[in-house]
Structure formats: C-alpha cells, structure tokens
C-alpha cells in the first residue's frame, strides 16, 4: 500500500524546545517537500529536496531544519527559533507527469505550542 | 508577493447548483495549473488539471477553464454536492528545471454545499 505517512498526527511543543515531524515514503519519489498550513494562508513552502543529500530552502525557511540522508525520509524539525509554530504541516512527494509536477500529501500533523 | 490568487476565501452552493471557483496568476510563464481538494485534518488530494496549450478540460463533475490573456483560470463543479464542501487550492507551476519549476499555491476557497 504506497503512501507518505506522517508522524504524530498531533504535537505539542514547550517553549525553547526542538520538535522533529517524520515523513515516510513509500512511492519511490525523488522530490519531497514539506509544507505549512495558516487559517488563511494556503500552504507555504519551507523545504523541499530534489534528491538524497540536497535539499533547498523555501520560502519562510527561518527557524526550521531538515535532512535527506535516506530517499523514503524527509524529518521537519522545528526549532525553538521558530517564534510562531503552532500550524498544520503538509509532508509530499511528487512525480513529473505530462510536463507537470504533481504533488501527493500526507495527512499532515498538528503542532501546537503549550 | 503572490503569484497565483483565490480571491474568494470563501464560497456557499446549494446541492445540485453549479459552483465556481476562481483563481488568477500574475506570471505569464507557467504552464501547467492544478486544482487540490483538502479536508480539514487531511492532506490535500490533487483534483484535476491544465496544460497553458489548453484551454479546458474536463473530468465527470469537474471542469477546469484557462484564459490565458486574463491570467485566469476557474474549476466548475456540475452539479454540486454535499460531499464536496472542502478547502480548493489553485496551483501553478512552470517548466521542470527552471526557477518556476515548483508549484506555487493559492490561499485557497472554502466552498460549502449546502443541501
């Protein structure tokens, strides 16, 4: 059964602490991304990586980390830099096809500062 | 700054009555557009999509519009249904490799259906 999954669904955060999302997958993707979600925002990039060992900062990058040491792996970790984490965070992988990129989603995980 | 724009944050159908849901890009130089459906706590799930060549395309309930001259595009869902009350996001993307070779994201509608 391929997919991305994402872990935990729900994550809650204490002040100063570094919080890490996992994101698996299984469809033998080389691209993956990981993605927040605001009320109001849409969905804004804050990493993605085109291949293992490389990745590139998207556009509100600033107080996140990742790593792709593995093609099936692509952990957020948050970081206490992060003044204002409490969202939803999107993980996808994508493929080209026809000319387009198209992105397939995990089912995301809440973070939440206590 | 926003390159691709929901400008309608929000959208109230009945069931069975066609629902319209726009979106408008400011760079002439993508190609391709897609439209994703979200539920709330899930992923978005791709929905249908549009080459630049094209002007229409169409899949059961929905069809996608591109008027490139206006920058514009539109999903049409025909008809309506409950079970498509969800978050829609628009998304452009240009040529693989180029700097516009990502998907860019609107901030989404939320279109209700009402029965």
């Known amino acids: 059964d391929g997919g991305i999954t994402q872990s935990p669904k729900y994550l809650f955060r204490k002040e100063g602490q570094n919080v890490t999302l996992s994101c698996e997958q299984n469809?033998?993707?080389?691209?993956m991304y990981w993605y927040r979600q605001d009320p109001g925002q849409g969905l804004r990039l804050i990493y993605y990586?085109?291949?293992?060992?490389?990745?590139q900062k998207g556009d509100i990058a600033e107080g996140y980390s990742v790593s792709r040491e593995k093609k099936e792996s692509f952990p957020l970790t948050v970081t206490s830099a992060q003044k204002n984490p409490t969202a939803f965070y999107l993980c996808?992988?994508?493929?080209?096809?026809?000319?387009?990129?198209?992105?397939?989603f995990g089912s995301g995980t809440q973070l939440s500062v206590l | 700054d926003q390159q691709v724009k929901q400008n309608s944050p929000s959208l109230s159908v009945q069931e069975g009555r066609i629902s319209i849901l726009n979106c408008d890009y400011t760079?002439?130089?993508?190609?391709?557009f897609l439209w994703y459906k979200k539920y709330p706590a899930e992923g978005p799930t791709f929905l249908i999509s549009?080459?630049?060549?094209?002007d229409k395309n169409e899949d059961g309930r929905f069809t996608v519009f591109l008027n490139k001259s206006a920058k514009h595009l539109s999903l049409h869902i025909v008809p309506s249904q409950p079970g498509d009350s969800a978050v829609y996001f628009c998304?452009?993307?240009?040529?693989?490799?180029?700097?516009?070779?990502?998907?860019?994201f609107g901030r989404g509608t939320q279109l209700t259906v009402w029965p």
């Open positions: 996808a992988s994508s493929i080209w096809d026809s000319g387009a990129e198209k992105l397939f």
């Open positions: 469809l033998n993707h080389d691209a």
């Open positions: 990586s085109q291949i293992v060992n490389d990745f």
């Open positions: 760079n002439s130089m993508f190609d391709y």
């Open positions: 549009i080459s630049s060549i094209k």
């Open positions: 998304a452009a993307s240009g040529r693989r490799g180029s700097t516009l070779g990502r998907l860019y």
